[in-house]
């Protein structure tokens, strides 16, 4: 793999389940991929992948086959709406969730096949801080927090921020407020968090944007569509489009930190 490809890795989580998060990362990888950026989604909801059922998409092969030698990575690869090209994880198999050293190695040696023909991986993490999203974040040059105005959320993101800060150092979080009123409620929402984490912990929260609610977010859903397929000038889809011009913006790695071969060594280290 050329060195001199950067690649940018984003972990999108939010500690909470139900708070839109694969919603954000398929319809942020068609914004991308609409700007011209090869996109791969990594489902990483390893135990109960749902982006293929959220799309509408027919996976014949999952991670799972993979990490049992059955086929390479890039047999795997789905095309996903807008050009993204998606990596199901596996649904229902609780072996995914218990992963060994040597899987963990396999799967991240899978992934260096991928090469050049990635500009963005965005890796959708399961709910929660098991050990496996820790192990995702952790390898991931960005931490895209999805956030929305119920007090669990606001705990959980809380919960999530204060382990990768406490035990590995992580200190920068990027804040998306999802489904709230307007820009104003979403600012709020991002105060509410900075006030908990100033208070407790030396991290830098940067705040990103909104999401508004919207019901052509819920339609599509029932569509089995990304909404900014389904909806291009819906509201949600708009802030989406704004959030990808944002995180165009953002630095790419220099070194070997963002590289893919750093994501997957990364996800490795025991």
């Not at 939010?14 to 996109?39: D, E, F, P, T, W």
């Amino acid at each position: 793999m050329s060195k001199a490809h950067p690649v940018q890795v984003i972990a999108v989580s939010g500690g909470k389940g139900g708070v839109g998060k694969s919603n954000v990362s398929v319809n942020l990888g068609i914004a991308l991929a609409q700007k011209g950026r090869r996109v791969v989604l990594l489902d990483a909801d390893l135990g109960l992948g749902n982006i293929d059922v959220l799309l509408g998409i027919t996976v014949n092969r999952t991670l799972q086959d993979v990490l049992d030698g059955e086929c390479d990575l890039k047999d795997v690869l789905v095309n996903g709406p807008g050009g993204i090209k998606i990596i199901p994880a596996s649904s229902g198999t609780q072996r995914m969730t218990q992963l060994s050293t040597m899987e963990h190695a396999g799967l991240i040696s899978a992934f260096s096949e991928l090469g050049d023909q990635i500009d963005v991986l965005i890796v959708d993490t399961a709910a929660g801080i098991s050990e496996s999203v820790v192990s995702f974040l952790r390898a991931a040059q960005e931490l895209l927090l999805v956030v929305c105005d119920e007090p669990t959320s606001i705990t959980d993101a809380y919960a999530l921020i204060k382990l990768m800060n406490r035990d590995y150092g992580t200190n920068r979080f990027r804040i998306l407020a999802n489904q709230v009123g307007n820009e104003q409620e979403g600012r709020h929402l991002f105060e509410k968090l900075t006030r908990v984490t100033e208070r407790f912990l030396d991290v830098a929260l940067q705040y990103v944007g909104m999401v508004p609610y919207d019901e052509a977010v819920k339609k599509a859903v029932q569509r089995q569509k990304a909404v900014l397929d389904a909806y291009p000038r819906a509201k949600a889809s708009l802030a989406i489009k704004a959030l990808a011009d944002r995180v165009e913006s953002w630095p790419l790695p220099s070194s070997p930190r963002g590289h893919l071969e750093f994501f997957v060594e990364r996800l490795v280290e025991v």
